[in-house]
């Protein structure tokens, strides 16, 4: 929540000072399954409630939303990089 809540004021910040952004990206989203995990479960109705908070948010609400899986490795180093680029910006 407080992540979203300081999202919403640099956007607005951004808007003010008339810079555009058309887009936000959502980390570490985690991949569907059909797991039974209650870890999973929890985790995926957290990131539901906080993607509507988003999707109703004045500020967000109209910028593209960009979802970037949980991955089960650090992202570190060029190919490293490249490869989370690839799997974002599909």
Excluded: Y
């Excluded at 609400?61 to 089960?72: K, N, R, S, T, V």
């Excluded at 570190?76 to 990089?81: E, I, N, S, T, V």
């Amino acid at each position: 929540v407080m992540a979203i809540t300081e999202s919403s004021r640099f956007h607005a910040s951004l808007k003010k000072d008339g810079a555009s952004a058309t887009r936000l990206v959502v980390n570490q989203v985690l991949p569907p399954s059909t797991s039974e995990c209650r870890f999973c479960s929890t985790k995926r109705k957290e990131e539901a409630r906080a993607l509507n908070m988003i999707s109703n948010d004045r500020e967000l609400g109209g910028l593209e939303l960009i979802q970037a899986p949980l991955l089960d490795v650090e992202v570190r180093g060029a190919p490293a990089l490249r490869f989370f680029g690839d799997v974002v910006w599909k």
